[in-house]
């Protein structure tokens, strides 16, 4: 049953959401440009820009919603033991967005890809 609302909620959007195809803002990588995070930010802008000119969605997952949630109700298994780290963004307007970042156990490699 928890699987079927989360699919209904993924296809028609959370309550006090943006519908996924009514959303007007242009995919983009949206961070401080000054301040003790910015050098930080434009690297990540500029690795995510690259990556976005080669995205092409999933054409049956049609909401933000049902992307996040739906590899983790597929395996769970897979996710369980993982031990990932929050990093927070500020965006120009004073918005904070949150993404979690999981390392392999030897750390952080500059000169492997990062999946965000």
């Known amino acids: 049953m928890t699987g ?8 028609r959007g959370l309550p006090g959401g943006s519908a996924f195809l009514e959303v007007k803002t242009e995919a983009g990588f949206y961070a401080a440009k000054r301040g003790q995070n910015a050098k ?26 049902l992307c996040t949630i739906l590899p983790y109700l597929l395996n769970r298994k897979r996710f369980s033991n993982l031990q990932y780290e929050r990093c927070w963004l500020d965006a ?6 949150a993404f979690d970042c999981v390392f392999p156990d030897t750390g952080f490699d500059p000169d492997a890809p990062v999946v965000v």
Request: charged share 25%.
């Open 4 to 11: 079927i609302l989360f699919l209904v909620a993924g296809i």
């Open 40 to 65: 930080r930010n434009e690297g990540i802008r500029q690795a995510f820009e690259v990556w976005l000119k080669s995205f092409v969605p999933c054409p049956w997952q049609l909401s933000g919603e």
């Open 92 to 97: 120009e307007d004073g918005e904070r967005f």
